[in-house]
């Protein structure tokens, strides 16, 4: 795979992580500064002959979310243009593209520049203007009656397929989403826990039709535990083999690992037989290898054009090798470049050069990490007492054993199954394939797992349930000792609340309940939301310059340097807007941002980071990871460019007047992370631990590192078991 950087001028990104080759070796497609190409539209021969019908047609087209001659959408600030003046179009066949070659287009853009949007606009939403240019002209093409007279419509023809924000990573209806954490761990089987074949052929409404009833679900409820054969039509049949779901259509959805979700539902788009399949980042939270097995999956689908397929990635996401037009996004939801992947590579400044060479001569550059630290050695503080003591750890169900199915040796001894010790100021990272255990591991320190009250685990050096002589410790008490961001977490999350809402609710004992708050508590969270109101306030606008003209008591500045603008920490500075701000409104990054402060806001003895910063972009994710480590007193300079990007120090006058300083992790506290990309470890992270794939008999690993893992080529290939 390539790794695709945005470079584009005045951007945030680093460095291209990887080679950039173009896999055409035809004449690459010009484009203009508006990313209008310059070539023959598609859809034509080299002599200009009309061969075919594009599925998509979009000719000098600005589309909006409402229409602009509403008064209240009138203004540009609440309705602004998409994509203005946007040109672009997708061959129906690869015959039929003008180049002679397949057509794989990729959509690539930040966490904020509108992918999603892009490909709600593909697929026929938002308001066109002109509303003719705008067209599906093959699929009003006798071909299509001929093939099925249904895909007429674009949303039958263009089907989308997203993995997370308002689409979800789950599998579930609207109707029946599960109503806690722990439901997914329970061994009883409740009426809406439909399986894997439940979900393909549609059967998951909790008051199915008569028909349907005397069908395949009822006979799921009535199915014993053990796998049953049952005759399938051909075309389920097919794509069950093809997506290599035979061992899991008996299993309830909720007990699929995230690539085994993220297959499930490509399975389920390609049974309507669509005609263009549209993935919106299937790659987020994939570990290496289940990426490369989509990537190869979706490959063989593409080339065989059954469905064609449109991705859409994040600049730091790895490019697939079949993928050979790309449509760039910059900000303020605008094309900058579309055409063959290897001309816009060269558009945006980039090189063919191998990852190794930049990464030394990018760490040649910088003195510190991204988050701040030297290349090299301890983190400061003392590892104090344990706060998570694991002792033969084996979870299983029924006959499957999915953590701990080992023999090691552990403080001296032989032991059977997982063995761990996690202490105040340790910082660890958890890795393993998807399925090996990891969330299992972390459901059984936040109590979210029934077998966490029957398994020997001490949590801050209490057993779970009273022993004799020994107290136990109530969820509650754990809750408030533990700060979690997980998927699961966002999942769940109760959408309807306030931006404000979802923070203070670190202090309450559920989602839902009423916060413990007091005014220190409230100085806080207007603090965490100020720092982080660039990427939380959609109406942000940031100051320019310092307001210092003060007298008397007021003689001290009350902003704070903030890379490339100034953040106003006065008291009387308002920030209502985060109460008028649904959780559901905010785009998935910001989403991912609040989760990741509510995890953090309360100090707790312990931070458990899932994926907390999947779906964010380069630049919203380093500014988190220096969050993490300095809190508010240290920021990035920007103005030396991303490869002489400096951590400088900041002014906190304005915060101590308050009575409240925001400091990084302490040496009280210990962190623990989950992730399959490297760029998103902490810089703090020093020891690791790496579960096997579940059913292998194989051991779990551990490890410590001499320095931050963004510091030296090798360090992850060595966690994952890949270094040469």
């Not at 309507?272 to 990426?291: N, Q």
């Not at 690993?701 to 890949?722: K, N, S, T, V, Y």
Request: aromatic fraction near 8%; charged fraction near 25%; proline fraction near 6%.
């Amino acid at each position: 795979m390539r790794r695709f950087a945005s470079v584009l001028p005045r951007t945030n990104s680093r460095y291209l992580r990887s080679r950039c080759y173009s896999n055409s070796t035809s004449d690459p497609i010009g484009t203009t500064d508006n990313g209008n190409s310059t070539s023959d539209p598609i859809g034509t021969t080299d002599n200009g002959d009309f061969t075919s019908d594009p599925i998509i047609s979009i000719k000098n087209a600005t589309f909006y979310r409402q229409h602009p001659s509403a008064l209240e959408a009138n203004d540009a600030r609440i309705n602004p243009p998409i994509f203005p003046n946007l040109t672009f179009e997708v061959a129906s066949s690869s015959g039929n593209s003008g180049r002679g070659h397949h057509e794989h287009w990729c959509v690539v853009g930040s966490s904020s520049a509108g992918k999603t949007t892009f490909l709600e606009v593909i697929r026929g939403q938002h308001l066109c203007f002109p509303p003719t240019a705008r067209s599906y002209p093959y699929l009003s093409s006798p071909e299509i009656d001929r093939k099925d007279h249904r895909l007429r419509s674009s949303f039958r023809a263009i089907q989308y397929v997203g993995f997370g924000g308002k689409h979800g990573g789950g599998l579930r209806g609207g109707n029946t989403a599960g109503s806690y954490l722990s439901a997914r761990y329970e061994s009883r089987r409740e009426a809406t826990d439909f399986t894997v074949l439940d979900y393909l052929e549609g059967n998951i409404e909790l008051n199915p039709s008569s028909e349907t009833a005397v069908g395949s679900r009822s006979r799921a409820l009535s199915r014993p535990r053990k796998k049953r054969k049952r005759k399938l039509n051909a075309g389920l049949q097919k794509v069950i083999h093809d997506l290599n779901l035979e061992e899991l259509v008996d299993l309830p959805v909720s007990k699929l690992s995230n690539g085994q979700t993220r297959r499930a539902k490509i399975a389920k788009a390609l049974l309507d037989k669509p005609e263009l399949l549209l993935l919106d980042e299937p790659f987020m939270g994939l570990d290496p290898p289940t990426m490369n097995a989509i990537s190869s999956l979706l490959r063989r689908l593409a080339k065989a054009e059954e469905p064609r397929i449109m991705l859409s990635l994040r600049p730091q996401d790895p490019l697939p090798e079949w993928i050979n037009n790309v449509v760039y996004l910059g900000p303020e939801l605008r094309v900058h470049h579309q055409g063959f992947a290897g001309k816009v590579l060269r558009n945006l400044g980039m090189k063919p050069r191998a990852r190794e060479r930049l990464e030394i001569a990018a760490r040649k550059r910088l003195s510190l990490s991204r988050d701040g630290l030297p290349w090299h050695g301890e983190i400061s503080g003392s590892e104090g007492e344990p706060i998570v003591e694991m002792r033969d750890i084996r979870v299983e169900y029924g006959d499957k054993v999915v953590l701990g199915n080992w023999q090691e040796v552990f403080d001296g001894k032989e032991r059977q199954g997982f063995n761990w010790t996690v202490r105040r100021g340790q910082r660890w990272v958890i890795c393993g394939l998807n399925g090996s255990g990891k969330t299992t591991l972390l459901s059984l320190i936040c109590s979210d797992h029934p077998q966490s009250y029957s398994v020997p685990i001490r949590l801050f050096s209490f057993p779970r349930l009273p022993q004799p002589g020994t107290p136990g410790i109530s969820i509650f008490d754990l809750q408030s000792r533990i700060g979690h961001s997980s998927p699961e977490i966002h999942n769940f999350f109760p959408k309807h609340l306030s931006l404000s809402r979802c923070i203070e609710s670190a202090w309450s004992d559920t989602f839902l309940s009423r916060p413990s708050l007091t005014y220190k508590r409230d100085i806080l969270v207007d603090t965490y939301l100020k720092w982080f109101e660039p990427e939380l306030n959609p109406a942000y606008a940031p100051m320019t310059s310092f307001s210092r003209k003060k007298t008397g008591s007021q003689i001290r500045a009350r902003c704070v340097n903030h890379g490339d603008h100034v953040l106003n920490f006065d008291s009387t500075a308002a920030t209502e807007w985060a109460d008028n701000i649904r959780f559901a409104d905010l785009p998935f990054s910001a989403q991912r941002v609040a989760l990741f402060l509510r995890a953090l806001i309360k100090k707790p003895d312990l931070v458990v980071l899932d994926e907390a910063f999947s779906g964010m972009d380069d630049a919203l994710r380093d500014k988190c990871l220096l969050f993490l480590t300095w809190g508010t007193t240290k920021v990035y300079s920007k103005s030396g460019g991303n490869h002489s990007r400096k951590v400088l120090d900041t002014r906190n006058e304005v915060l101590e007047l308050e009575g409240v300083r925001v400091e990084g992790l302490s040496s009280e506290q210990a962190l623990i992370v989950v992730s399959h990309v490297k760029e998103e470890v902490p810089g703090l992270v020093r020891d690791w631990v790496y579960l096997p794939e579940a059913g292998t008999g194989e051991k779990a690993r551990f490890g410590h590192l001499d320095g931050p893992l963004e510091g030296a080529h090798g360090r992850w290939e060595e966690i994952w078991g890949m270094a040469e």
